[in-house]
């Protein structure tokens, strides 16, 4: 069963669409499942995303994980933004069954590919930030070997 915040963000998706120009652009998907999550970012001059939207194929938690991973990192520094992690993305939607964990995963690493892409842009270091995996499966393979 979903929690009444994951119906809510897949029935009213939050920030959903592309912003023209962004800092940081950064695709992720799942081979096993097929999902596959983009997320913009406008990022201004002081490092704060003043924008965040998504676009997302996917199942229902796929999209409810882009949209509030969205809601989290509007108004975050970069840095602030590569500590909201899948399981913040879990409590904030009030959990999600285990079978659907790997779409938090998805935002997370969504929000560092598009943090990645916007490092790369402006040749700039984000502390702590690796290149992101393209598909999650090799995360989830990481964690359960």
Known sequence: ???EKVMDHFKNPRNMGEIENAEGVGT????KCGDIMRMYLDIDENGVIREAKFKTFGC??????SSMA??????KTVQEAL???NKAVMEALDGLPP???HCSLLAEEAIHAALWDYAGKHGIVIEGLKE???D???IEEEAEG
């Open 60 to 65: 229902g938690a796929a999209i409810a994980t």
């Open 132 to 134: 992101p995996v393209g």
């Open 28 to 31: 992720v998907g799942n081979a």
């Open 99 to 101: 079978v659907k964990v």
């Open 70 to 75: 969205t809601e989290l990192v509007k108004g």
């Open 1 to 3: 069963m979903y929690s």
């Open 83 to 85: 500590l909201v992690t």
């Open 136 to 138: 999650i499966e090799e």
